[in-house]
């Protein structure tokens, strides 16, 4: 069994945990799991994670308004996202960004509010998780100017970008992804990161990895990514756990409970 176990992305305030949530995080210490980055993709989900983060010692919040959330934001979303900050147990602005999977139409709203976002979690000095569907050159400029620290969650780039986010001293997140038979890119951006700038995460109750595809993916999935990244590295799997869960520590300014 393994310990160290930090999922730095995951959607606990889903209604695919609503039936089973307090039995599942309970379970969660006692199977090796040290933290938990739950992350909100509006204001009413930002809200809920910051419960569960108050609730469960080992959960911590993160508050932002996703890129496919922002097209009927309020004109206050701004002043409410700066309450949501200044919560207990909130560590980062996130998940925000861009997602160009869908309809173009929404682009410029999504950009402006990948921005305003970035410029208040530079203001309070917290990290951002960026969401990058598709927006690689969007999403790279705009770090690139404004510079914020963070991760790059969910990492579908090439190594070249990779290195670009690293040069900016911002994290890689790398999740289920990388066990997926077509992966290619992740592989190889599992390689390539290193040791200081990866990060492990889910996206539960999305990106379960192989062996479990078609379920609910849950923090309890995560060494079979590890497994994975562990072994393209040709590293020792709990080394990685325990490297990467230094490293959301580090990121994330959260303490280790021992
Ligand atoms: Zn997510």
Redesign the pocket.
Known sequence: MYNNIFDT?A?YDDERFSEDSEELLSSFLSDGISGVIS?G?NAESSKANIELAKKYPFIYAAVGYHGLNTEDLTVDYLEILCELVKEEKVVAVG?IGLDYHYEKETRDIQLEVFRRQIELANEYDLPVIV?DREAHEDTLNILKELKPKGVV??FSGSVEMAKEIIRLGMYIGLGGAVTFKNAVKPVEVAKFVPEDRLLLET?AP?MTPVPFRGKRCTSLHIPYTAEKIAEVRGIDTQYLLNITDRNARMLFNIKSYD
């Open positions: 992305h959607h992350c993709v998940e969401h969650h969910c996206d999305y």
